[in-house]
C-alpha cells in the first residue's frame, strides 16, 4: 500500500492512496409547453442528464464495475467498458414517470412566459458505485451528487403553427 507522508514540526499526517469515484453532471433540459392556468403541479417529460464520472483504483488495482442509478434508472458498465478510459462519459435518459410532479406554480401559462427558463437545482440525484480488483482483494467505493433540471417554455404545437395576427 502507498502512503505519503508530509512532516510539518509537532504535526505529521498520512494520506494513504484510495480508490476514488467523481461525478460531474450538466443540468437536464426539459421543455414544457404553455399550461392551462391554475396549475400548480406540472409534469415534466422524459429528460437526459450528461455525465462525466471519474474512476481511479488505487494501489495497480482495476476497475471491475461501475453501476449508475438515477430514481428507478440504472446502468452498469462493465471492466471492458472502463479499461478505455479514466473518465466515462455517459447518458442517463430518465422516463416521465419515474420524475414526481413539480411546483411551478404560474410558470408556462401564457404567451408572454414564452422562451422563459427556470432552474430546479438538486430535482433528482444520482448514485454511482465503482468496484475495483487487486487479484483476489476487491473494493467498492461510492458517491452521490444532486441533478438539477432547467426548465424552458414553449408555446405548444398547435400554437407554434398557428399564423401569427400583426
Do not use: W
Not at 26 to 38: C, I, N, R, S, Y
Not at 71 to 99: G, Y
Amino acid at each position: 500500500m502507498l502512503t505519503h507522508f508530509i512532516l510539518l514540526p509537532g504535526l505529521y499526517f498520512v494520506f494513504t492512496e484510495v480508490d476514488r469515484l467523481r461525478i460531474h453532471a450538466e443540468p437536464a433540459v426539459a421543455v414544457l409547453a404553455m399550461q392551462q392556468g391554475g396549475r400548480n403541479l406540472v409534469r415534466l417529460p422524459d429528460i437526459e442528464f450528461p455525465l462525466g464520472i471519474s474512476t481511479y483504483c488505487a494501489n495497480s488495482g482495476q476497475p471491475e464495475s461501475l453501476s449508475i442509478t438515477i430514481a428507478d434508472t440504472h446502468r452498469t458498465l462493465r471492466a471492458e467498458e472502463l479499461q478505455a478510459a479514466k473518465t466515462v462519459d455517459v447518458a442517463m435518459r430518465i422516463p416521465a414517470r419515474q420524475i414526481a410532479p413539480l411546483a411551478l406554480q404560474e410558470f408556462c401559462i401564457d404567451a408572454s412566459s414564452e422562451g422563459e427558463s427556470i432552474f430546479i437545482t438538486a430535482a433528482l440525484a444520482v448514485q454511482a458505485s465503482l468496484r475495483c480488483s487487486r487479484g483476489e482483494e476487491q473494493s467498492i467505493v461510492f458517491a452521490a451528487a444532486p441533478l438539477d433540471i432547467r426548465v424552458d417554455c414553449i408555446r405548444s404545437t398547435a400554437e407554434a403553427t398557428a399564423p401569427v395576427d400583426d
